[in-house]
């Protein structure tokens, strides 16, 4: 996946200071990984209706519905979701605007902020703490803040507690 860096209009743009907590960047970038609920059966992006309603939310500016979903696919497959092949690469238009507060990544639209906000991640080193549950019928995407960045589930007491008893269950009918 790539990030094309341009010059673009930024009136309403999304901008983001690489100095501040990650909060508001793993917010987004879960919300956008999350537009696919597997365990409801929902997808934000299967239609343009519900993909504005997703966009307008978060005060962001739309962009093509398949655009975005070759990102969400590249970068689902990035962290950890083995259902999704890598899309062919994604270039979406991002600047680096430098300011008396510092510099900052300003995007256009929803899908460049998302991958602003994913680039500001792996800049400071929480990129890899974004993950995918890989409970089948789960694949929800959750930030592990645990210490040792070792989390798998989305919740230890649901998806996790769930296969650690479906795997007993499993042991013990085999001995």
């Known amino acids: ?58 005060d962001l500016r739309p962009c093509p519905v398949p655009e975005a979903r070759a990102a969400r696919k590249s970068l689902r497959a990035l962290v950890g979701d083995t259902t999704a092949a890598p899309a062919e690469d994604v270039e979406i238009p991002v600047r680096i605007s430098v300011t008396a507060n510092g510099p900052s990544l300003v995007a256009d639209s929803a899908v460049g ?22 409970a089948d019928n789960c694949r929800w995407a959750f930030y592990d803040r645990s210490r040792n960045r ?20 499993q042991r013990s009918t085999q001995s």
């Open 113 to 134: 902020s998302v991958l602003a906000a994913a680039t500001r991640l792996s800049l400071l080193g929480e990129f890899s703490r974004v993950k995918i549950c890989p």
């Open 150 to 169: 070792s989390r798998s589930w989305c919740s230890m007491s649901a998806c996790g507690n769930r296969e650690k008893a479906r795997a007993w269950r």
């Open 1 to 58: 996946m790539a990030v094309i860096v341009g010059s673009h209009n930024p009136r309403d743009a999304y901008t983001g200071d690489v100095r501040t907590t990650p909060e508001a960047d793993v917010t987004l970038v879960l919300d956008f990984l999350n537009t696919l609920d597997v365990e409801e059966g929902t997808d934000a992006l299967d239609g343009a209706d519900s993909w504005r309603a997703w966009v307008s939310a978060r």
